[in-house]
């Protein structure tokens, strides 16, 4: 029987404005007594499907968990979350033990984490107590590894067949992030389920950058790569035991924060590394797989394999790792063939023909998306049977696909300025020409040049795009020396003297971010977002639990973007549930409003949306406020972006998301607002990179071309949908 509202206990425990994508569904069936099987990506909310319905149940949910450092990270968030909730595993005493027992029998705990042979062990006792007392729900996680053609299999995991025979009206949820349909059907077969309703979400990680590199030599390209990334958390996957502590120590000796995690370290070694990579305290964890299952840190920005995984799933779910915040993260694989023949023999199970043949062809699809010359995120999301389109903007492939055009007149324009200046200047001098550029290195004489600023309406970075390009094809060289110039060759000569056709690749604007805002309408305050990290650190220590347990980075993010400094503004933050707000609301407002009294800020609280899909226009729902009111007002009467930000102190981005709003609601025409060679522009740009992120849209544009130009514009073409 149903206690409590859904939505309210995600609201008040867990501080979530709505559920996304399907978990609404999944809870109410779930709480309507039937059982279901769950896949959902990492990071894409799995948990919340059965702890909500664990806390609007009558009696306690057993949740069967692989391991023993994922059911503590599970309970320590729950705690904190005020829920009580417990683990039950060999590290604790008897006496610990025995006073969970006691907590069960008074009903005093509303989740219990179990291994599945402590659940249905060779002796009955610990199932014969279970039926003794109200049981609510059984949550298998990781329910993958039941399964002999999953990628996990775990034998123990067999014995929860019998779930099904001795608590038949109790509700059983089985959730995996990783499983083909052949593990699919498996997981049904094993767990005897008669009427399951499968649920299945895209597996999409939109925030997962995907890059494939050359394997030979890799180890300075690692470290070029750590280098860019030196504050940041990750993870790098090794397929033997003996190249984790070998890496491990190289990478110490680089200078980097690093550890090696395998089976075959003594129990205390691993959990001390593990403990220390979850707090913060070491960067780089260098492990087998025998690391990360269930593992919930959700700062990790980045997961490297140096060797090749074994088949599709397990790459998904070690890359799965990281960004399960939903900020920008990457996965970069090294890839050599020499990684397949090697691998081929694991592959092989002896005395079971079947499965070998299935593990070798689980290997072959891992190999082919390491060669593919198509977008590798298709290629993942295929694998699963999702659909995708053929370019996502945000793997190499993509990133680096040459698109050949005509582009004659701008390699003459270039090739010409070169020319003008005696073929003695360097390459950013030239485009520093054809912009138009003041700076003081600019020469008096050059201004006067028929081709000065003759290219100010193309970015600076796309100018040397095609200025490397033209030197890649040989158009153009440069000099030798400290200070090469640029110089024709017979071919450039040829195409500004002959009229010969230039066909060059059109410039590939996203690059990484290593901001954290990729789904961040608004800018962030960053001084502040850093501050708020160094306080959640300090709670997290003084509670001795990770940091993330405490706030997530995008929660900080939300605080540092819209400002909240009432009580009241803190729970419309993702992530403040009331218990939380309570404890922790104190700190984390006098910080904020300290920052914005230091730096005269209004709270930004009014531009914040309900979470729900993440989308960059502006909602349809959304209502007119009487401060959005004020700008349409002022803006009628013919006062400029600028002039109402001033008078009214206001940021010309915030003036800017409130004619948005205007637009959306067709009661302003986005003629008047944005220029229409922008608007042509912006709009070929949003058809190409998509509408998710304005960020990519802004790199994909030139330089005058702002975020209140993109807003603006997309909430015209929303409008017109």
């Not at 806390?55 to 599970?74: F, N, Y």
């Not at 006792?125 to 590894?145: G, K, R, T, Y």
């Not at 120590?249 to 690093?258: H, I, P, Q, T, Y």
């Not at 950013?428 to 003081?440: K, M």
Request: charged share 25%; hydrophobic share 40%; net charge neutral.
């Amino acid at each position: 029987m149903s206690l409590a509202n859904p939505r309210a206990v995600l609201q008040n425990i867990f501080g979530y404005d709505s559920f996304r994508h399907n978990q609404q569904e999944i809870v109410e069936h779930v709480l309507a007594g039937n059982d279901a099987v769950v896949l959902m990506p990492t990071g894409g909310g799995k948990s919340l499907c059965y702890q909500v319905p664990a806390l609007c149940l009558e009696g306690v949910t057993v949740v069967v968990s692989p391991l023993i450092a994922l059911m503590k990270d599970q309970v320590d968030a729950l705690v904190v979350n005020g829920i009580k909730a417990a683990f039950l595993n060999s590290s604790q005493s008897t006496n610990e033990q025995a006073a969970i027992f006691q907590q069960l029998k008074l009903n005093q705990l509303k989740l219990l984490y179990l291994a599945p042979e402590r659940l249905m062990g060779k002796e009955t006792q610990f199932i014969n107590f279970l039926q003794q007392i109200n049981v609510s729900l059984f949550a298998i996680d990781e329910a993958h590894c039941i399964s002999q053609w999953g990628h996990d299999f775990r034998p123990e995991y067999l014995v929860l067949g019998q779930l099904k025979q001795r608590f038949p009206s109790i509700p059983i949820i089985a959730l995996t992030a990783t499983a083909d349909a052949l593990t699919q059907k498996d997981i049904i077969d094993k767990l005897h389920f008669d009427a399951v309703r499968v649920f299945e979400n895209s597996f999409n990680r939109p925030n997962i950058w995907y890059y494939v590199k050359p394997k030979k030599n890799y180890y300075e390209a690692l470290i070029s790569y750590l280098k860019q990334h030196s504050k940041d958390s990750g993870i790098i996957y090794c397929l033997s035991r003996t190249s984790t502590e070998k890496l491990a120590e190289d990478l110490k000796a680089d200078g980097f924060n690093a550890a090696a995690y395998h089976a075959g370290l003594d129990k205390s070694v691993k959990d001390d590394r593990q403990e220390k990579f979850l707090k913060d305290e070491i960067n780089i964890i260098v492990a087998t797989i025998a690391f990360g299952m269930g593992i919930n840190k959700s700062n990790v920005r980045f997961v490297v394999h140096v060797d090749l995984p074994k088949n599709i799933e397990g790459y998904y779910q070690e890359t799965g790792r990281a960004g399960r915040d939903g900020l920008h993260s990457e996965a970069v694989l090294f890839y050599g063939a020499g990684d397949v023949i090697k691998l081929k023999r694991f592959a092989e199970v002896e005395g079971n023909e079947a499965q070998t043949k299935i593990m070798l062809q689980k290997l072959d699809k891992m190999s082919k998306f390491c060669e593919t010359k198509t977008c590798r995120r298709k290629y993942l999301l295929n694998y699963f049977g999702d659909e995708a389109p053929d370019y996502c903007g945000s793997c190499d492939v993509c990133l680096n696909k040459p698109v050949l055009k005509d582009t004659t007149i701008i390699a003459q324009k270039i090739l010409s300025a070169v020319v003008r200046l005696k073929e003695s200047f360097g390459m950013r001098y030239v485009v520093d020409v054809l912009r138009g550029s003041n700076n003081e290195k600019m020469r008096a004489d050059h201004k006067a040049l028929s081709v000065y600023g003759i290219g100010k309406d193309v970015s600076k970075e796309e100018w040397l795009h095609y200025t490397k390009e033209l030197i890649d094809y040989e158009y153009l060289v440069q000099s030798d020396g400290q200070y090469p110039v640029l110089q024709l060759t017979e071919k450039g000569r040829a195409v500004l003297f002959q009229k010969e056709k230039v066909y060059l690749s059109a410039p590939v604007s996203i690059e990484i971010a290593h901001e954290p805002e990729i789904y961040q309408q608004h800018s962030y305050e960053k001084e502040l977002f850093e501050n708020l990290k160094l306080l959640r650190n300090k709670i997290a220590r003084e509670e001795n639990v990770p940091s993330y347990i405490i706030f997530s980075d995008s929660t900080l993010l939300d605080l540092a973007t819209y400002l909240p400094i009432t009580s009241s503004d803190l729970l419309k933050i993702s992530g403040f549930g009331a218990f939380k707000a309570e404890k922790y609301g104190r700190a984390f407002l006098e910080m904020v409003q300290d920052y914005c009294i230091a730096y005269k800020l209004q709270s930004r609280i009014n531009l914040k949306q309900p979470k729900r899909e993440r989308k960059q226009s502006t909602s349809s729902t959304e209502r007119a406020s009487d401060t959005k009111r004020v700008t349409f007002e002022m803006f009628k009467e013919g006062k400029t972006i600028a002039e109402i930000a001033e008078e009214r102190n206001l940021s010309a981005m915030t003036i800017e998301t409130h004619l948005s709003f205007y637009i959306s609601k067709q009661e302003l025409q986005i003629d008047d607002l944005v220029e229409r060679s922008k608007r042509i522009a912006i709009q070929k740009s949003a058809e190409k990179f998509g509408r998710n992120s304005l960020k990519v849209l802004k790199e994909s544009l030139p330089e005058e071309i702002g975020y209140g130009d993109i807003r603006m514009v997309l909430a015209a073409m929303d409008a017109n949908e």
